[in-house]
């Protein structure tokens, strides 16, 4: 009985760790599959979308019924779009040849070497524009019920009006056509020398034509000056009256653009306004609704008009403010209106101007695409005639092969009493009589993510979460109220009143808590190792660490920096000569040598976002006061990193937390460095069996050695 008991036991337990996922690791990321690029036919009953990375490296176009009664995919087709008349759809093969595919069937036609087509949103009929792949950039108009065909040549871009009627083109960006269906020849509209046109701009191409198609708005990019001659004294002159600084206008030589209107049949060229496509008072209304009720309502689709002028029920995208939860409700037209919840759930479907994608709308019914996600979940697409019924569309779900993550939503208060939030991301292996380490990751709002999802890749400068989590850390994102006239302060209270809330739990190893941040989160993270000394690690990644340069030095646009130093994102709220002490108090670098938390910097010499001086100030700062520090910086790269730079520093990033939060060996970079002769050749990723020296340097002992 006894060896039938440890039989079961050993089996049991062999069955327990077959049964366990691997974790993630970085050979999961380049073929890691997504759903994007959804569209719906103008009847509202077929559907397209892409699988990327089906198969690994390429993508899949995925052809539907919205009934599920008929389906096609294509691997490698690109440029997808519903015809108008819903019996055809037509894309671009891996061959590139054109493909008309008639709707629940297999017949296709093809036309051979084509590099780029349009379809019309709507019409009575199927006309095609296309351009072939050959010199001479021709374009072909083509009605495929008659076989005839319009041919033009020397066109650079071109664009249907919506009902199919017209089409307009510019020509060596130089002038702009317009060809109505059954006319013999194009008409010339405008060109560069046409009365209305800046002179020193230039056709650039041709955006949309208005709804009834009386006019089409064109853009205009600015002309490229005469070159200066070979003995000019090339010499910028900095005016203080400029509206521009020299440097943002030596940028913008040759990229400003500005758009105009040409009307079709006078020609009269004027320069559009901005159009609000919503009524204040509406928007207004709406606000104030969502505020009683904890809710953020934005209109979820582009306002449009019946024929007859009455106005349609407005979707709108819902927020719930306390839970995160996310759907939709629907306002019915009139001023007393009441929105009505449709669906609200767990998820995360559209949140405007930040995450997820806008339901999509047949033109001629009542049916919609929706991609619906959430941490736990892959996004999916999504069909519905109500909101209330939703048929999957896609099933994609790669996180249920690997050790995946789920997420909480914490409240906790903060020092002054505010109620802060932020969410929690624990593997879905989570073992409560463990103590995990905690990395703290940050920017500003952070709570809205609770339902976005995260897939996993090499990082960018932004810390991986999925990685560190399936790998066995915890991830808490806290939110941060930036306060006007005190960012750092306000950084303090956020995260540090987090980390608090955080060391009370069971399962956190607070002896053992990192921080890391990008940009924004990076300036958190180099004030925060200023103001204590309670975190193990900390990696900043292209963060400013000294405001006082920071005020005085030029973003990426050329633009001056002390509108964004002075406002929103860094809140000093006044110049340097007004409050120099305030930019003394929040400026990391001048509390450098307050620093005990050993802190790894990422920052390249091309960032015009941050400057690469505000990381070499951090960086020398440490090295002069003997601090424990290090420096990435990879060649070739700005802002942001990609490729096999974020693969290292993916790598390298992993090593230092592993190090300070986990115990395991540092890595050759970490305890010898690489000499700068040996950049490229030798990585020094491979672990050592020597610790990281102690805090305590060499220019702390020889100050001669500051050269």
């Given at each position: ?519 924004l989160g990076a300036y958190a993270t180099n004030y925060l190792v200023t103001r204590t000394g309670r975190f193990a690690a900390a990696c900043a990644a292209a963060g400013f660490t000294d405001l006082i340069s920071a005020h005085g030095a030029l973003d990426e646009n ?150």
């Amino acid at each position: 009985m006894q060896r039938f008991l440890l039989s079961s036991l050993i089996l049991l337990y062999a069955n327990c760790l077959l049964a366990q996922k691997p974790v993630i690791d970085t050979g999961m990321y380049a073929s890691w599959p997504s759903v994007g690029d959804a569209a719906i036919s103008n009847d509202g009953k077929y559907v397209l979308y892409y699988i990327k990375n089906q198969p690994a490296g390429s993508s899949s176009l995925v052809l539907k019924a919205a009934d599920l009664s008929w389906e096609k995919a294509w691997p490698g087709a690109r440029q997808a779009a519903f015809a108008p008349g819903n019996h055809t759809v037509v894309f671009i093969t891996q061959g590139d040849s054109l493909c008309l595919l008639t709707l629940g069937t297999t017949a296709a036609s093809y036309i051979p070497g084509v590099q780029s087509f349009q379809v019309p949103a709507a019409g009575e009929k199927l006309m095609l524009a296309y351009q072939p792949k050959a010199p001479g950039k021709e374009l072909v108009i083509y009605d495929p019920a008659s076989g005839s065909k319009k041919q033009f040549t020397g066109v650079s871009d071109y664009v249907w009006s919506e009902d199919g009627t017209q089409l307009a083109f510019t020509r060596d960006s130089s002038s702009v056509w317009n060809y109505r269906l059954g006319q013999e020849e194009a008409i010339l509209l405008a060109n560069n020398q046409s009365r209305g046109i800046d002179t020193d701009f230039r056709f650039h191409g041709v955006l949309r034509f208005s709804r009834d198609g009386s006019s089409l708005l064109c853009v205009l990019k600015q002309k490229f000056l005469p070159k200066p001659g070979p003995d000019a004294v090339m010499v910028d002159i900095w005016h203080y009256r400029d509206k521009k600084l020299q440097s943002q206008q030596l940028k913008e030589l040759g990229n400003l653009k500005d758009t105009i209107s040409i009307g079709i049949n006078n020609r009269k060229i004027a320069y559009p306004g901005q159009q609000e496509l919503y009524d204040a008072a509406l928007l207004s209304a709406i606000k104030a609704y969502g505020d009683k009720h904890h809710l953020m309502l934005q209109p979820a689709l582009e306002l449009d008009n019946t024929a007859d002028g009455v106005a349609p029920p407005l979707l709108l995208t819902a927020l719930n403010r306390r839970t995160k939860d996310n759907g939709f409700y629907r306002l019915a037209p009139g001023k007393t209106a009441t929105p009505e919840p449709l669906v609200m759930g767990p998820y995360l479907y559209h949140i405007p101007g930040k995450y997820g994608e806008a339901p999509l709308k047949a033109r001629d019914a009542e049916a919609y695409v929706l991609r619906r996600e959430s941490a736990t979940q892959s996004p999916n697409y999504y069909y519905t005639t109500d909101f209330k019924t939703f048929t999957p569309l896609s099933d994609l779900h790669p996180e249920t092969a690997c050790n995946w993550f789920t997420t909480e939503l914490h409240n906790w208060c903060s020092p002054d009493g505010d109620t802060l939030q932020g969410i929690l991301y624990k593997p879905e292996n989570f073992n409560p009589d463990k103590r995990y380490p905690v990395i703290f990751y940050y920017n500003e709002l952070m709570s809205d993510r609770l339902h976005l999802y995260l897939p996993p890749g090499p990082s960018d400068g932004r810390l991986n979460i999925p990685w560190y989590v399936s790998n066995g850390y915890l991830v808490f994102s806290p939110d941060i109220y930036y306060k006007m006239g005190a960012p750092g302060p306000s950084i303090y209270n956020a995260v540090n009143s987090a980390a608090d809330y955080l060391a009370k739990q069971p399962w956190v190893d607070a002896k053992k808590m990192g921080l890391q941040g990008f940009e924004l989160g990076a300036y958190a993270t180099n004030y925060l190792v200023t103001r204590t000394g309670r975190f193990a690690a900390a990696c900043a990644a292209a963060g400013f660490t000294d405001l006082i340069s920071a005020h005085g030095a030029l973003d990426e646009n050329g633009a001056s920096m002390m509108p964004k130093i002075e406002g929103y994102p860094y809140c000093m709220e006044a110049p340097l000569w007004e409050v120099p002490e305030r930019y003394i108090e929040n400026s990391p670098v001048l509390g450098a040598d307050e620093i005990t938390t050993p802190l790894l910097l990422m920052h390249n010499k091309q960032d015009e976002v941050v400057p690469f001086a505000q990381g070499v100030e951090l960086i020398t700062g440490l090295r002069r006061l003997g601090k424990t520090g290090w420096m990435l910086q990879y060649d070739d790269c700005a802002h942001t990193l990609s490729g096999p730079p974020a693969m290292d520093f993916s790598i390298r990033m992993a090593q230092f937390f592993a190090h300070y939060l986990k115990r395991t060996p540092a890595p050759v970079w970490m305890t010898r460095g690489i000499p700068a002769r040996l950049k490229g050749i030798e990585s020094g990723l491979e672990l050592d069996n020597l610790s990281v020296p102690p805090p305590g340097g060499l220019l702390r002992m020889d100050p001669h050695l500051m050269r």
